[in-house]
């Protein structure tokens, strides 16, 4: 076990070096990409240029760049944005995580509830109207762009049914702290959740439903009913639990994937301040220390997530042990 | 260790309802394709797809007898006929304090059926122009993606060594970035670069559909590549290879007449599925203005122009959100019929 871990922990150092300097490459090799024309503003001279470029180490090689700018993210800790001198890297993600960390986990509980309801249901009910009609939804909630959902729910809860009955509760957009007022953050956080998990919903309904029924034809559920177990019983206890090996696995994947940085549109959508919109913005600014500090934010997590998700499988899945 | 546990896998499997007698004698091309044509729901979806297909190719058509727009021109002080009045397309003061502009809403006939975007520029026909700029974009990217998937799967699979290895941890490393963050990235890089991307020989332009087309075809390739190669490196081992090799095949035919064949029907499964994402990951692209670039238009774009009207002119965003939840919608329909029809679940053998 102490080998596996240290094996992926080795794995993950290797990976963040190389998207590290991929990203870095992309950005400093490409042909006619360059970041110091744009951080000298509107038609500078060509001094202005040179200073530029002194100034953020941009006259170095890239080698001795790339260096400085790890030395400065991992071990001083004082990286400081492009386009904006007294952004601090660092502390800038530090204080986006917690808001995609309550988005994610708010709507991963969510999606794992409905699902597995909606897979159960589904199964249960094979051979009746529920089951089509249940798939049909989770087909239409894999086939809606999540950012256009967002907006058609901020057009309904935000003004044209805002002032009835149902939607009144709901608040403007943006984010409030959980430390700063708990039901607060729980009312701004309802809408972004339900946008979020409804693509997820679908997607693990009709992957467990396929599954249970697939495992169903199993030899140990014949074992179980021929037990004279009660078909309930047989579902939960022998169907679903081994239905959950392949759903663990994908919910630790989609769970990292989204708490590093992959709910950026519903982030853009809802106006919450998170690692994924922080990204974005770097991003299409070409904010290269901030962009390098989010991509190994992101990679860190989806490593550890899937490094997680192989431990998991083994205690889930005793025939699968990591070596 | 094959020869000892050798136990031939079923070749062809029934489906629910199909009788032996139907699939005896006939290639498994054809049992597919007669399975599909029998599926309801997969032959639904896949009219559906077409008919999008149809009207978005006829976006000229529309614009030029229908709405009677050009609606890539700007028509602000322009006017349009609602009940017998002229009206303007672009109206004065409809904001919330007797300010701004506001665009004229839906007017349910020919010219401005779903209303202007605040251009004055006719929304029915863009959203027809830019879905074929957005399945354009979604078939190319899936058809390249997919051949490029399946001719590294073949040689890495095949060949295996160092090439193998030199393929695959390319694949691995594309796979552990976030695709959005991965597209975004490179989409940034490229259009931020002036006068276009110059590559050897090739030029291309900013605006080009080329850009997203490639940018998404690349960020999914390792999604169809893994699944891909794992089968070509089963299916070399198998008998009927062995047997070709015997008798003194070349690599080439062995890849293209004896694997090929084998593992193709997986990539067809997932062409189907491809498409769908690649309609959305571009709709995201565009949204976010880093996909189809002005003057063009997609399906993306235009729910981005929409948002600034969203609670005025709600139509310009959610219309384009229709079309693309119907295509994608249409889309996984079929793909499930496709897969289906390639692999039924049924496991009923065929006995002589």
């Known amino acids: ?29 490409t042909p006619g990409v360059d970041p110091s024309a744009r951080l000298a503003g509107r038609n500078p001279s060509p001094e202005t240029v040179a200073a530029v470029k002194h100034e953020f180490g941009l006259d170095r090689s890239l080698p001795v760049r790339y260096g400085l700018m790890m030395k400065r993210l991992f071990i001083s800790r004082d990286l400081v944005s492009y386009g904006n001198q007294a952004l601090e890297v660092v502390p800038a993600i530090l204080a986006a995580a917690p808001v995609t960390f309550s988005l994610v986990f708010g709507a991963a509980v969510l999606w794992v509830i409905v699902s597995i309801a909606m897979g159960i249901m589904a199964v249960t009910f094979k051979g009746t109207f529920v089951d089509p009609l249940l798939m049909i939804l989770a087909l239409i909630g894999i086939s809606m762009p999540v950012f256009w959902l967002g907006e058609v729910l901020n057009l309904i809860t935000q003004d044209r049914l805002h002032d009835t009955f149902f939607f009144r509760w709901v608040p403007p957009l943006g984010y409030v702290p959980f430390t700063q007022d708990p039901w607060q953050w729980f009312l701004h956080l309802i809408i972004p959740w339900i946008t979020l998990s ?17 495992i169903q034809n199993e030899d140990y559920v014949r074992t179980a009913k021929a037990k004279g177990l009660a078909p309930q019983q047989v579902l939960v206890r022998h169907v679903l639990r081994n239905s959950m090996i392949t759903f663990a696995s ?19 959508v809802f106006n919450l301040p998170g690692v994924g919109r922080l990204t974005y913005n770097a991003l299409t600014a070409l904010d290269l220390p901030v962009i390098m500090a989010t991509v190994i934010y992101g990679a860190f997590f989806i490593s550890i997530l899937s490094a997680l998700v192989d431990i998991l499988y083994a205690r889930l899945d005793p025939r699968i042990r990591p070596t | 260790m094959a020869e000892f546990a050798y136990e031939p896998e079923p070749e062809v499997r029934l489906a629910p309802g199909e009788s032996v007698k139907e699939i005896s004698g006939r290639s498994p091309w054809r049992i597919a394709g007669r399975r599909l044509a029998r599926d309801r729901i997969a032959m639904g979806g896949l009219i559906l797809f077409l008919v999008i297909v149809v009207i978005s190719f006829l976006a000229p058509v529309y614009s030029s007898h229908i709405a009677n727009t050009d609606p890539f021109v700007s028509n602000i002080s322009g006017t349009t006929v609602v009940d017998g009045k002229k009206v303007d397309v672009v109206q004065q003061g409809g904001g919330g304090l007797g300010l701004g502009e506001t665009p004229i809403g839906p007017t349910w006939h020919s010219n401005y059926f779903l209303g202007a975007d605040n251009q ?12 074929r700029a957005s399945l ?7 058809l390249i993606c997919c051949l490029l998937a399946l001719a590294f799967a073949l040689l890495a699979g095949f060949f295996r060594g160092w090439f193998d290895t030199i393929v695959s941890r390319v694949m691995d490393l594309i796979w552990a970035f976030p695709v959005y963050l991965l597209a975004i990235t490179i989409a940034t890089v490229l259009l931020t670069t002036p006068g276009g991307v110059k590559l050897w020989f090739i030029h291309i332009q900013a605006t080009s559909l080329w850009i997203p087309t490639l940018i998404i075809a690349l960020i999914y390739v390792p999604y169809v590549y893994r699944p891909v190669r794992g089968q070509v490196l089963s299916t070399r081992e198998k008998e009927y290879v062995e047997a070709s090799i015997s008798q003194g095949a070349s690599s080439l035919r062995l890849m293209f007449s004896e694997i090929l064949p084998n593992v193709v029907s997986t990539v067809i499964v997932m062409f189907p599925l491809m498409i769908a994402t690649t309609v959305l990951t571009e709709a995201a692209l565009s949204f976010l203005s880093i996909g189809v670039q002005p003057p063009k238009a997609s399906w993306g774009t235009i729910i981005q122009d929409g948002q600034g009207l969203l609670y005025t002119r709600p139509w310009v965003a959610i219309a384009p959100g229709i079309m693309i939840v119907l295509t994608v919608l249409s889309l996984n329909i079929l793909g499930d019929g496709v897969r289906d029809a390639l692999d039924p679940r049924a496991k009923v053998r065929v006995r002589e």
């Open chain 2, 120 to 131: 004055g520029r006719d929304v029915a026909a863009r959203v027809l122009y830019g879905g």
């Open chain 2, 136 to 142: 354009l974009i979604g078939v190319g990217s899936a």
């Open chain 1, 1 to 29: 076990m102490l080998a596996f871990i240290i094996r992926r922990l080795l794995g993950l150092v290797v990976v963040l070096f190389t998207i590290t300097v991929v990203v870095f490459l992309l950005f400093f090799a």
């Open chain 1, 250 to 268: 994908l919910f630790g994947l989609d769970l990292g994937v989204l708490i590093g940085g992959g709910a950026l549109l519903t982030e853009v």
């Open chain 1, 198 to 214: 409804i693509l997820y919903i679908g997607f693990y309904a009709r992957v467990l439903r396929a599954n249970m029924l697939d």
